[in-house]
């Protein structure tokens, strides 16, 4: 079996990539990255010499590119993790968003049904359900709740979506669409919440929560993701969508409290500052249809998840500090050196 996993250099993709290679030693592992930003060799570099794996640079949207790989790799299964990821980047910029997140896409599905394949999967996102209001703790977000987005991210990856269950209904491709809740765990980029708290930390800087810090995410330990793709291109039905979630919604204040504690560092770096444009209150997944058809259930505790992951950055500093030091420094300033300070409560 050989599995193509595109954004393999990214998060959620290397993570996926181990889990692979660790527990398929019979596959073939391709990853395909454009190394963007958000991309990093260094992040592989610990499977580069695995004979089952091969890494090749290339973007997803370079239609020449992708079809002579599916020429030569002749692929069974295509993971789609590549994307922009950011929120605030897609607020700031949207069009690379269109561009790698839809287009991309679509050529990534051209090339399988030019080539054939036996699934195509989406890895996509809770936030193309758009939000739920803080005072509705009984509701959660089902694979029929209406896609309803806020950001232009969001809304890239809610089209990206659509295109995939066309190309099912016209083309009969064999696809499934994953939509996970939002992750944490190793190689997590330094731009997102939890990274970049911890990478503030421990540099005594101040800690940015936007708005009061009352926003709610449902957060999964990336391991329990990946196994959550691992179940669906095995055994999941073609043509369906499974939302992936493990009940752990917290306050975005109480995560960043949770990792001062852990740190040993004093709640006053805390410093509200303005709140995103148009930013979702709260997301929670309903995981009830995959637990009852594949046995999915998520494994890591939170308190033992962040745990593991705060101990990662602490040991692999290396890491994060070689790309906080670079181009990152100058996002910093453009995201976070006009925001304001607020005052609350
Ligand atoms: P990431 O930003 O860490 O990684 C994205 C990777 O894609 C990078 O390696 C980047 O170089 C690569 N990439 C970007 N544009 C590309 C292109 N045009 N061609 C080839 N490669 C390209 O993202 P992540 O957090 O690992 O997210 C991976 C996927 O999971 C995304 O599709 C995202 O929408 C989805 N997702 C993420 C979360 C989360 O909490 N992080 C939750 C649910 C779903
Ligand atoms: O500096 C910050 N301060 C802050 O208060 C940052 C970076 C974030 N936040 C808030 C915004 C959100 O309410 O923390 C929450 C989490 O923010 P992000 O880490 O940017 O994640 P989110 O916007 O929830 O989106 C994530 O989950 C869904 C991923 O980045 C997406 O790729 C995924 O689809």
Redesign the pocket.
Known sequence: MTVVV????????SNFVFHMLDNHPDYRIVC?????Y???LSTLKDVMDNPNFRFVK????DRDAVYALFREEKPDIIV???????VDRSIENPEVFL???IK?TAVLMDACREFGIKRYHQ?????VYGDLPLDRPDLFFTEETPLHTSSPYSSS?ASADLLVQAYHRTYGLPVTIS??????GPY??PE?LIPLMIANALADKPLPVYGEGLNVRDWLYVED?CRAIDLIIHNGRVGEVYNVGGHNEMRNIDIVKIICKALGKPESLITYVTDRKGHDMRYAIDPTKIHNELGWLPETKFADGIQKTINWYLENQDWWKEIISGEYQNYYEKMYGGRETVNVG
């Open positions: 595109t954004g393999g250099a990214g998060f959620i993709g395909v990255d454009k190394l963007t958000a991309g990093n290339a973007d997803i949207c789609n993790f590549a994307a922009e990821s950011h561009d790698t997140n991309g890895v996509s996102t809770d936030e990856k939509r996970c809740s939002n992750n944490y997590h980029f997102k993701h």
